[in-house]
């Protein structure tokens, strides 16, 4: 596992707390922030966004996202969707919204990542068999080039459904921060895995600095 590991009582709180402490250390003038999609986000953006109001110019923050599904921005399970009710619609305009169109292909949002090499914050979550973003377990993106920043892929579980487009490891590792966020005891086994150094999808992601944020529920018992 790469990073710090802190388990901690208020997790959208927490997360709130790093995210808004990352923008007001930011190296440049405009932020740059992944989301994920997800449950535990759109619990974190709901505090994020309330928590925001006198420490985050939203118009100095361009908007990313890490991974999305190939569904149109109005369909229940797409993440554009999840990050403009949960965040964006509360905090008012960004200075840029860049969604993820699998129509567009990877290579587009390639491109508009390799303008600002680095993203200042990428989001990141769990899911129960290890996968983070739309990285999953024996998928094919998970052994994309290492030149290759966003790629298209799909579970081949069959346990997550929709065709994706995903930051890939390479894509995730071009930022100064990485927050994990995991919560619930569906979680646990998933990351007793990680933290024993099984070679889940969660477990390759590198980047300057990551922090995983872990509720009660899903740290490990002894932890
Ligand atoms: C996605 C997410 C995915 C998510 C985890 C955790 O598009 O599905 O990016 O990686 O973060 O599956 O989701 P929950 O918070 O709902 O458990």
């Keep these: 596992m790469n990073g710090e590991l802190f388990v901690v009582d208020d997790l959208p709180g927490e997360f709130a707390r790093r995210v808004i402490a990352a923008y007001q250390s930011r190296r440049t003038d405009l932020f740059s922030f992944a989301l994920s999609g997800g449950s535990t986000a759109r619990s974190c953006y709901e505090r994020l966004a309330a928590d925001s109001t006198d420490s985050i110019d939203w118009l100095s923050v361009n908007v990313y996202w890490g991974d999305e599904r190939c569904v149109p921005a109005d369909d229940p399970d797409s993440n554009q969707l999840l990050g403009r009710q949960s965040l964006l619609e509360r905090v008012g305009a960004a ?23 680095k993203l200042d914050v990428v989001h990141l979550g769990m899911g129960p068999d290890g996968h983070t973003a739309s990285l999953f377990p024996d998928s094919p993106a998970l052994e994309a080039d290492p030149g290759q920043l966003v790629a298209l892929n799909e579970d081949p579980s069959g346990r997550n459904k929709h065709p994706r487009m995903t930051l890939t490891f390479s894509g995730i590792s071009r930022s100064r921060l990485v927050i994990f966020t995991v919560a619930g005891a569906s979680k646990r086994a998933a990351l007793e895995a990680v933290m024993s150094g099984e070679d889940l999808p969660a477990s390759r992601v590198a980047a300057d600095h990551v922090v995983w944020l872990v509720d009660r529920e899903a740290a490990p018992v002894d932890g």
């Design 95 to 117: 200075n840029a919204v860049y969604p993820m169109t699998c129509d567009e292909g990877p290579d587009a949002y390639q491109l508009r990542l390799g303008e600002i090499g």
